[in-house]
Structures are given as structure tokens and as C-alpha cells.
Nanobody, 124 residues
Framework: QVQLVESGGGLVQPGGSLRLSCAAS????????MYWVRQAPGKGPEWVSG????????YHTDSVKGRFTISRDNAKNTLYLQMNSLKPEDSAMYYC?????????????????WGQGTQVTVTS
């Protein structure tokens, strides 16, 4: 019954923006840190960003700092990732994931819950 459903991915030109969403259900959303993890074809998964229970603490991997912003709306049980100034190297499947504490785990299997992903493709 636990579900994390990502949406908002698509094809965008370099320099463009996308806003990813993750709708959560079946668990107490506000009791979990929420994360975004991405995986490009032929590469291993990469931790992207995390946000604390109430949204007051946010963290991003160096390669996306200043361009991506993670946020959450606990009233809507929804996680977001605002992605600006997109680069081709940002192209990947983006997954949302939940864990009761903070970490920078790469593998989705380290998390308590994760979704099926949404594809982001940045190309000219």
C-alpha cells in the first residue's frame, strides 16, 4: 500500500527547467527524510538531494548545488525537486525515496521506500 509516485520528467533543452513531484501515500510522510536519487544509463545510482522532516534542512550533491532545490509539502504528502539550468549530464531516471534518518545512500535498497522513477532528458 506504500506508494511513491514520481512525475514531472520529460525532455528539456540545456539551460531549461523542470519541476519533479513525488506523491507519497501509505506511510506517515512527515516522519521521514525524503530524498532524490538519480541513475543515468550505464552508470551507478547517484544521491542527489535530501530534505528533513519539516523541510527546514536541505542538502544537495555538489554537482547540482545552486541549480536544484528540494522541498516538501507535508500537508499534501508531496516531495518536489525544482531543477533549473539543466545540463545534459543531468539526464537520468530520477527516483524519490524515504528514510527515517539522514544519509547519502546511493542505492535505492538502502531506503525504506522508493518509487518507480521519472525520466529526465536534457538535450539539444
Amino acid at each position: 500500500q506504500v506508494q511513491l509516485v514520481e512525475s514531472g520528467g520529460g525532455l528539456v533543452q540545456p539551460g531549461g527547467s523542470l519541476r519533479l513531484s513525488c506523491a507519497a501515500s501509505g506511510f506517515t510522510f512527515s516522519r521521514y527524510w525524503m530524498y532524490w536519487v538519480r541513475q543515468a544509463p550505464g552508470k551507478g545510482p547517484e544521491w542527489v538531494s535530501g530534505v528533513s522532516y519539516g523541510g527546514s534542512s536541505i542538502y544537495h550533491t555538489d554537482s547540482v548545488k545552486g541549480r536544484f532545490t528540494i522541498s516538501r509539502d507535508n500537508a499534501k504528502n508531496t516531495l518536489y525537486l525544482q531543477m533549473n539550468s539543466l545540463k545534459p549530464e543531468d539526464s537520468a531516471m530520477y527516483y524519490c525515496a524515504a528514510h527515517p534518518s539522514y544519509g547519502r545512500w546511493e542505492s535505492l535498497h538502502a531506503y525504506t521506500y522508493w518509487g518507480q522513477g521519472t525520466q529526465v532528458t536534457v538535450t539539444s
